[in-house]
């Protein structure tokens, strides 16, 4: 079993930047591929990209690339989601998430995700 908290949400202007953490309790994430997703007021759960065990791949989805970087510190068993340029539309509650098989391409469905934090909070004011 694996637990999984986020942490590093809060409130931010826009162009500015976050740093957000998942810490894994439990056991290793070290095999594990990892996803951060988020959820905007109203709107569905999207995948905002991942990375695979060994940290070799890393996905994003278009809307993210260039302004965030996912990055890994399988030691310190926790998953980092950088995020600059933050806009306003990126406002959402963000998740991590653990996949059990871990791969070269990390998922992009939920589904294939077996343990998820509770969210953290990031609002990007205009």
């Known amino acids: 079993q694996v637990q999984l908290v986020e942490s590093g949400g809060g409130l931010v202007q826009a162009g500015g930047s976050l740093r957000l953490s998942c810490a894994a309790s439990?056991?290793?994430?070290?095999?594990?591929?990892m996803g951060w997703f988020r959820q905007a007021p109203g709107k569905e759960r999207e995948f905002v990209g991942g990375?695979?065990?060994?940290?070799?791949?890393?996905w994003y989805i278009d809307s993210v690339k260039g302004r965030f970087t996912i990055s890994r510190d399988n030691a310190k068993r926790t998953v980092y989601l950088q995020m600059n340029s933050l806009k306003p539309e990126d406002t959402a509650v963000y998740y991590c998430?653990?996949?059990?098989?871990?791969?070269?391409?990390?998922?992009?469905?939920?589904?294939?995700?077996?343990?998820w934090g509770q969210g953290t909070q990031v609002t990007v004011s205009s």
């Open positions: 439990g056991r290793t994430l070290s095999t594990y591929d």
């Open positions: 990375i695979n065990w060994s940290g070799v791949s890393i």
């Open positions: 998430a653990a996949d059990r098989q871990g791969s070269y391409y990390p998922p992009r469905v939920e589904a294939e995700y077996d343990y």
